[in-house]
């Protein structure tokens, strides 16, 4: 059963414009909630987190924004560089430990 | 370099063998997560050591088995393997916590054939 869940598997859009990647969950125990970036052949690397106690997370470019009655979160990259083309995965903790649980990613293309 | 090394990057055996896997974890890291990602699958949970101790365990098979020792490097064994078992196997460690999520390796890419 996939807790976390990203329904669009990928997205693009043009240089400069918002990107905005959505993840939702259903185990309401999670509390923690993270970004990741994985290019071609490297693993994924930690972009930005949020947790429950919050409803947004800024920095730089990239923005997370949490709603916990939806079960749901979202990525806003603004603007969005050729270089943010990438693979996302959003994971969720729950609050009795620190095991996280990922969804199955969306391909981001930024085309120049 | 994130830190966390995997050997060896690629594997190619065939069905019914025996591999292992390994991974070393950033320094300073006590803990180790096993993930597997097939083919348009997500990462998916397979087990948790820290310390030398299994920790959390998710979807993973009988025929595998890890461990975790003294020095903290972890090894995965897939057994009996078949071809559905070909996919990207990651190795993360993180610290006491989770504000930092984990850190992860670069992967081993198993095919079976």
């Known amino acids: 059963d996939q807790q976390v869940k990203q329904n669009s598997p990928s997205l693009s859009v043009q240089e400069g414009r918002i990107s905005i990647l959505n993840c939702d969950y259903t185990n309401s125990m999670f509390d923690y909630f993270l970004w990741y970036k994985k290019y071609p052949a490297e693993g994924p690397t930690f972009l930005i987190s949020?947790?429950?106690?919050?409803d947004k997370n800024e920095d730089g470019r990239f923005t997370v924004f949490l709603n916990k009655s939806a079960k749901h979160l979202s990525l806003h990259i603004v603007p969005s560089q050729p270089g943010d083309s990438a693979v996302y995965f959003c994971?969720?903790?729950?609050?009795?430990?620190?095991?996280?649980?990922f969804g199955t990613g969306t391909s981001l293309t930024v085309i120049p | 370099d994130s830190g966390v090394t995997q050997t060896p990057k690629h594997l190619i055996t065939a069905t019914g063998q025996r591999v292992t896997l390994r991974c070393s974890p950033r320094?300073?890291?006590?803990?180790v997560y096993w993930y597997q990602q097939s083919l348009d699958q997500g990462l998916q949970f397979l087990i948790q050591y820290y310390n030398g101790e299994e920790r959390a365990k998710g979807n993973i098979l009988e025929r595998f088995s890890a461990q975790q020792f003294p020095d903290l490097h972890s090894e995965l064994n897939l057994s009996s393997l078949e071809l559905g078992d070909s996919a990207l196997y990651f190795c993360?460690?993180?610290?006491?916590?989770?504000?930092?999520?984990?850190?992860f390796g670069s992967g081993t890419r198993l095919t079976v054939v």
């Open positions: 949020i947790s429950s106690i919050k």
């Open positions: 993360a460690s993180s610290a006491m916590g989770r504000n930092y999520g984990y850190t």
């Open positions: 320094s300073g890291d006590l803990s």
């Open positions: 994971a969720a903790s729950p609050y009795t430990g620190n095991q996280f649980y």
